[in-house]
């Protein structure tokens, strides 16, 4: 016999799929719609999602990419890594594995005879054979020629099929800024020339900021989505019908503390969800099992989310962060007032604001302010009070 908790439906982890995708109809109705005129041969604009981490901005890209390559989309998925030279190698050999899975064997061919001819004119516009190998500066100031004639080629073959190329890109404020600006005017071309090529973006809540930063006009391509906290009857549905299609459902009482401790937070949902299963000797699962797990949901979550990223900072960053904790724990809080809070002039300590903006740690809502990326970080640091001299893992 299968015990139960290997039977649990809940399992956190970063871009894992929740057993329900709930609260997100409107952003898959959206791109549905975008599919739907592709079909057409209507042009649309790209699509940005921008929120806090544990939002499920990755499920989300997930699940958008399978409906648009249901529906007969040519769909190619990355996450920016901020290396130019990685960036662009991905970019190009996701679009060419996305161009070689094409169902149709007939359109796949004509694909691969486009990607075949344009490596042939890369290397005759460069006047060079093919076996020569290029510096890692010549690659990377010849890679938007090639994205374009990539990507415009592709474009123009599967508008005769009434399809698209769909990019899907996560931690999309992570990539360097040549392949960032190249991306966006390519959209912005292909715009012009009426031809299917959208980016569908993800990314923390400065992705719109650094996309405009990167061309003015990056404003006008996309339509900018903010992916946020879940309803409480979207919670409760995140934890209720996997449960209840696996046959052990929540009881009110265990229901109601769930979406009281998750904050509509998916990740939440899966910790707390995970935990109070494996806690649960009844059917329907009670709100004792609730309470037992909650210590464990909220060791696996200080693991999971809050001591790695803890660790990414430099002692000045950790005392940064912790400044915020005491100034507004999880709100938004004026810049100038955490550096008076460490004793210093806010010029003293923009480095290490902008270094922690650079992690992905912290982020501007608004100017003068600085939130936390990570739902809860500041509860973290005032209940566990990390030690500023402990294990750094280097990245800064």
Known sequence: ?????????????????????????????????????????????????????????????????????????????????GNAETDYDELFNEI?????????????????EVMSRIDSVEF?????????????EERIRTNPFRLEAIVRRL?????????G???????????????????????????????????????LPNLPGTLTKSRSYAERLFSYKRIGQLSDEDTADGFQKPAQRMGRPFDDEAISRLVEISHGYPYFIQAYGRAAWDASVSNPTGLQAVLEGEPIARAELDEGLYTSRWQRAKESGRRYLAAMARISEDDPCDSARVAEA???????????????????????????????????????????????QQTYDGRW
């Not at 474009?155 to 399809?163: F, H, M, R």
């Not at 190329?165 to 912005?188: C, N, R, T, Y």
């Open 1 to 81: 016999m299968v015990a139960l908790d290997a039977l649990n439906p809940f399992m956190p982890g970063a871009g894992m799929r929740p057993p329900e995708l709930v609260g997100r109809d409107a952003d898959i109705e959206s791109i549905g719609r975008i599919i739907a005129r592709t079909k057409l041969k209507l042009m649309n604009q790209g699509v940005i999602f921008s929120g806090l981490r544990g939002m499920g901005k990755t499920v989300l890209l997930l699940s958008l990419q399978d409906l648009a390559a249901r529906q007969g989309m040519v769909t190619a998925r990355m996450e920016a890594t």
């Open 96 to 112: 060419a594995l996305a161009a070689v899975n094409v169902r149709s064997m007939a359109l796949r061919e004509k694909l691969s």
């Open 124 to 136: 005759s516009f460069l006047g060079i054979g093919a076996n020569v190998r290029l510096s890692d």
């Open 155 to 163: 474009s123009e073959e599967l508008a005769k099929e009434n399809s």
């Open 165 to 203: 190329l769909f990019l899907f890109i996560d931690e999309l404020q992570e990539m360097a800024s040549k392949p960032l600006g190249a991306l966006v005017a390519l959209q912005h071309k292909m715009g012009q020339d009426g031809l299917p090529f959208y980016i569908i973006g993800a990314g």
């Open 342 to 388: 460490m004793g210093k002039k806010p010029k003293e300590v923009s480095m290490v604001r902008e270094s922690l903006i650079q992690l992905g740690l912290i982020y501007q809502p608004e100017h003068g302010k600085v939130a936390y990326t990570i739902p809860g970080m500041g509860e973290y640091i005032l209940r566990a009070v990390p030690a500023t």
